[in-house]
């Protein structure tokens, strides 16, 4: 549903749809250095 700049409509979803993608994006990383940190504390701990 398209409307012209007047319309409101237009203006908010894409950013509703890019702050959706922004959020799984944070998700998916944030998750990712919860890993990396996890695999830099073992890492540590089998060291001498």
Not at 7 to 33: L, N, T
């Amino acid at each position: 549903q398209q409307s012209d700049w007047t319309g409101q409509s237009a203006e908010k979803e894409p950013y509703q749809e890019i702050a959706e993608i922004y959020k799984i994006f944070q998700k998916w990383f944030v998750q990712d250095m919860e890993d990396y940190n996890n695999l830099l504390v073992e890492a540590s701990i089998e060291q001498p």
